[in-house]
């Protein structure tokens, strides 16, 4: 068995030595499960399905003007602010230092030395991407009913609904909005789609959409939303998004892309270029659902093959990025520097995205364009390898969105890059339209 020692990030109060349940009256944890939930309420917010992103042709960062604050945006960061103020969080992360890196990229640093406080190494096995849930380990029902903010899910009657102080219905499978107590920005928060269903992290079809309608409904450029998979780091077993706001764009988000694919749905796949992490970008689809579908299906494609990935959900749901990733797996070989080793620095979806989280004032204060990209280079498959994944990627999308699939070229489109790599697809030299 290929494993690390692992410094897991504590993501809530509970997640600490545990202590026996008591029966009745509850464990005295006010926790999730049955000792504790009966009669526990907490508000619920039912948003209004929305059939696609509006304006897709705004630019990045143009929803703002649009709208006013959104419901949602100011629930999400009302009720984070109010467990600041109780005091749930571990460190204030307000006063962590932020800054932008001078350079072409504007890779974001924060200088976060509270994150790893308390740390507690454990067995974590980092080679397969899909393992089953254990009761036995941490999980999210496990955390307090005060850590959690709001119960999140599609209005019936497609209308948005509010209520202050709803019961919790734990037989109809309700999805939790909860703060991470350790934060790297404001508003950090998780979501946990049909929390008591206990999922193993692993994407499916309906807990996609459901991030990425959260992504819409925040109508905050400045929310995203973010997915670890197993051995792309992960801490916990129990299926989870997290998101926050920076008010900053992401390097990634600037990145050239060049087309590649365009599905019968109308999603476009794009590939990342210039960028020190290679992956691919999902944009556009009749509906929102077609663009969740395609997401969902090329990160099912990854865990049946086990390739850890992660996934940024971007300017108001209207850009997903999926980077597949080899750093545990280099990690576990012996081929990362011992220098980057060093730094203690996960390369989780924030990172890869641009925002370092920093553990240490040495590399908070040398943190350079150079340095960020070296590690982040350490993260990416090869160009070689990316191919051939986005191979079995288009192979699991076209099977499952119909039978009769005939690649056909596209015009070549967006090319930024005059050397930009016109082999796309492992075994073909153009480029692909799936239909
Ligand atoms: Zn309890």
Redesign the pocket.
């Known amino acids: 068995m290929l494993s690390i020692k692992r410094v897991p990030t504590v993501v809530s109060n509970y997640q600490k030595e545990e202590t026996g349940?008591a029966a009745a009256g509850?464990?005295g944890?006010?926790?999730l499960?049955s000792?504790?939930i009966q009669g526990a309420r907490l508000p619920l917010y039912a948003f209004k399905k929305v059939d696609k992103v509006c304006g897709n042709e705004l630019p990045l960062l143009g929803c703002k003007e649009q709208h006013p604050v959104a419901f949602l945006d100011s629930l999400v960061l009302g009720e984070w602010e109010d467990r600041m103020q109780r005091g749930l969080f571990r460190y204030d992360v307000t006063a962590c230092e932020t800054k932008v890196i001078p350079g072409e990229y504007g890779f974001i640093a924060q200088l976060n030395e509270g994150r790893h406080l308390k740390k507690r190494p454990t067995e974590f096995r980092v080679d397969k991407v899909l393992q089953p849930f254990d009761e036995n380990k941490f999980n999210f029902t496990k955390v307090g009913q005060e850590e959690v903010l709001f119960q999140l899910e599609a209005s019936n009657d497609g209308e948005v609904q509010f209520f202050p102080n709803a019961p919790i219905d734990v037989e109809n499978s309700p999805s939790f909005v909860a703060i991470n107590v350790s934060p790297i920005e404001y508003g950090h928060v998780l979501l946990i789609p049909r929390i008591f269903e206990c999922l193993p992290q692993r994407i499916d079809h309906a807990s996609f959409l459901l991030a990425l309608q959260m992504a819409v409904e925040a109508r905050n450029p400045y929310f995203r939303l973010g997915y670890n998979s197993l051995g792309a780091f992960a801490t916990i077993n129990h299926l989870h998004f997290q998101a926050y706001y920076l008010a900053l764009p992401f390097p990634i988000e600037k990145a050239p892309t060049k087309k590649i694919a365009k599905l019968s749905g109308g999603v476009i796949i794009s590939k990342l270029l210039n960028y020190p992490v290679r992956g691919l970008v999902f944009e556009g689809g009749h509906t929102l659902e077609d663009l969740a579908n395609a997401v969902s299906e090329a990160c099912i494609c990854l865990q049946h093959n086990n390739i850890p990935y992660n996934v940024l959900i971007s300017d108001c749901g209207r850009q997903i990025f999926l980077l597949p990733q080899c750093y545990a797996e280099k990690q576990a070989l012996g081929e990362v520097s011992p220098e980057l080793l060093e730094t203690q620095v996960n390369p989780a979806v924030w990172e890869i995205s641009g925002h370092m989280v920093l553990k240490r004032k040495k590399d908070y204060e040398e943190a350079s364009e150079a340095n960020a990209w070296r590690l982040l280079a350490e993260v990416s498959l090869s160009e070689e390898r990316l191919l051939e994944v986005t191979a079995l990627v288009f192979q699991a999308i076209t099977s499952s969105v119909e039978m009769n699939v005939k690649p056909q070229r596209l015009e070549e489109v967006d090319a930024v890059s005059p050397n930009a790599q016109h082999a796309m697809v492992a075994g073909s030299h153009e480029c692909l339209v799936l239909q």
């Open positions: 349940e509850g464990c944890r006010n926790c499960k000792c504790c």
